[in-house]
């Protein structure tokens, strides 16, 4: 495995799994930023982030964040909204409060952690359905040997028949899972 040092942010923060901290509120599924800023800074303990002036639309407004890590700046903006993803009109304090950590888990995501939770939002079909490449499959597969992992079970989680089904969104996901797998060290048995 590469050393830290080597490896782009993006490709070590997508590799972490994020799927037993995704919480519910409404229809949107999210991290908390508690939880994103903590996995951040367990691998880029420099890392920086900083908000912009609330933008006002009449009775809306808009809130965004800088994320700094290592070399790499990300920006985002995110609506001050309710749960529905409707805009707040007149929002309070703690509306922008809320909507500013919802902003930084955004723009976490844009260095790869939790970037998942976003594929829905803005994508096109076809992007949602496209499936891996040969190449991937090869990756998968020989991955899925080097853990030891059981295949049937495997393509039971992801509801296929085979890993070349597997959609292409999902590969962030199943390499993270995997690669975490292969250098967990595994617990002694007596």
Same mark, same amino acid.
């Given at each position: 495995?590469?050393? /830290?040092?080597?490896? =782009? &942010?993006?490709? !070590?923060?997508?590799? /972490?799994?994020?799927?037993?901290? !995704?919480?519910?509120?409404?229809? %949107?599924?999210? !991290?908390?930023?508690?939880?994103?800023?903590?996995? #951040?800074?367990?691998?880029?303990?420099?890392?920086?982030?900083?908000?912009? =002036?609330?933008?006002?639309?009449?009775?809306?407004?808009?809130?965004?964040?800088?994320?700094?890590?290592?070399?790499?700046?990300?920006?985002?903006? #995110?609506?001050?909204?309710?749960?529905?993803?409707?805009?707040?009109?007149?929002?309070?304090?703690?509306?922008? =409060?809320?909507?500013?950590?919802?902003? %930084?888990?955004?723009? *976490?995501?844009?260095?790869? $952690?939790?970037?998942?939770?976003?594929?829905?939002?803005? /994508?096109?079909?076809?992007?949602?359905?496209?499936?891996?490449?040969?190449?991937?499959?090869?990756? *998968?597969?020989? $991955? %899925? /040997?080097?853990?030891?992992?059981?295949?049937? !079970?495997? #393509?039971?989680?992801?509801? *296929?028949?085979?890993?070349?089904?597997?959609?292409?969104?999902?590969?962030?996901?199943?390499?993270?899972? %995997?690669?975490?797998? $292969?250098?967990?060290?595994?617990?002694? &048995?007596?």
């Amino acid at each position: 495995m590469k050393d /830290i040092n080597q490896r =782009s &942010t993006w490709s !070590i923060l997508s590799e /972490i799994d994020v799927s037993d901290y !995704i919480e519910k509120k409404g229809n %949107l599924s999210y !991290i908390s930023w508690a939880y994103a800023w903590s996995k #951040l800074m367990e691998k880029f303990p420099d890392s920086s982030y900083w908000f912009g =002036s609330v933008t006002s639309y009449g009775e809306t407004a808009e809130v965004t964040v800088t994320v700094k890590v290592k070399e790499n700046q990300h920006t985002m903006w #995110l609506p001050v909204m309710d749960n529905r993803n409707n805009s707040i009109k007149n929002p309070t304090s703690r509306d922008i =409060s809320d909507s500013k950590m919802r902003c %930084l888990v955004k723009a *976490i995501a844009m260095h790869g $952690l939790g970037h998942h939770l976003y594929m829905g939002e803005d /994508i096109n079909p076809a992007v949602a359905n496209a499936v891996i490449t040969h190449e991937q499959e090869k990756e *998968i597969n020989d $991955l %899925l /040997i080097k853990t030891n992992s059981d295949v049937s !079970i495997f #393509l039971d989680t992801f509801k *296929i028949s085979n890993v070349g089904e597997l959609k292409a969104t999902q590969y962030g996901k199943v390499m993270g899972m %995997l690669n975490y797998k $292969l250098h967990t060290p595994k617990p002694k &048995t007596k």
